[in-house]
Structure formats: structure tokens, C-alpha cells
């Protein structure tokens, strides 16, 4: 069966760096647009960004441009989430879904069309 697995995630001080990772199993990753989300304490799930299959399209929300790179190796069957310049806002849990579709623009999160999740890695940015 599909699965999606989250790691990476952990302590930080504001202004540092993580690197988390998705690993997928038991489909073709190569075939799904992936995605990372977020949940912090008491607020809804936010979309962070977006790879699409291929690898050459993404989308950020606007909380991590410029901030967060997005990226994944097929051949691996991994995805990547690398945050730098991290504040305490960023924390929450971090995961990641996969998605038969990519959307262009800023709309492209729709939380139906994610259909395999992780089970989340925390990330707590503190000093």
C-alpha cells in the first residue's frame, strides 16, 4: 500500500536551518505531485508548497518564499523540504501528501486532491 514517510524534523533556534525529507513507498513517486504542510498548535493545516511530478514546477505560499526550496530526487523515491531563516511561527508539524495533480498559481492547494499522507515530523523553532 501507498505510504509517505516524514523525518528530519527537530529543535532549532530562529534564524537556523532543517532539511526534512519524504520517503515514499509502495507507489510510483515519480508519477505524483508532492506537498508539504504544516499544523501548528491550534490552527488549520496550511499548505507550505508543491513539487509537481517532473520536478521543474513548484509553489510556495507566501509565509516561505524565499525562505523554504522545494525539490525531490525520483530516483529515490524522496522528497525534500530545505528551510532556512526559520522563525518561531514556522513551528508546528510538518508533513508531507502526495497528489495525482498539479495546480498552477496560488490556488494550487486543495487538500482533496492529496490522498496518502505521513504521519508528520515536529519542527520547533526556539531559542
Known amino acids: 500500500q501507498p505510504q509517505l514517510e516524514e523525518s528530519g524534523g527537530g529543535l532549532v533556534q530562529p534564524g537556523g536551518s532543517l532539511r526534512l525529507s519524504c520517503a515514499g513507498s509502495?507507489?510510483?513517486?515519480?508519477?505524483?505531485?508532492i506537498g508539504w504542510f504544516r499544523q501548528a498548535p491550534g490552527k488549520e493545516r496550511e499548505g507550505i508548497s508543491e513539487i509537481n511530478a517532473g520536478g521543474d514546477s513548484t509553489n510556495y505560499a507566501d509565509s516561505v518564499k524565499g525562505r523554504f526550496t522545494i525539490s525531490r530526487d525520483n530516483a529515490k523515491n524522496r522528497g525534500y523540504l530545505q528551510m532556512t531563516g526559520l522563525k518561531p511561527e514556522d513551528t508546528g508539524v510538518y508533513f508531507c501528501?502526495?497528489?495525482?495533480?498539479?495546480?498552477?498559481?496560488?490556488?494550487?492547494?486543495?487538500?482533496?486532491?492529496?490522498?496518502?499522507w505521513g504521519q508528520g515530523t515536529q519542527v520547533t523553532v526556539s531559542s
Open positions: 501528501a502526495r497528489s495525482g495533480f498539479f495546480r498552477y498559481g496560488p490556488s494550487w492547494y486543495v487538500p482533496s486532491e492529496f490522498d496518502v
Open positions: 509502495g507507489f510510483t513517486f515519480e508519477y505524483y505531485a
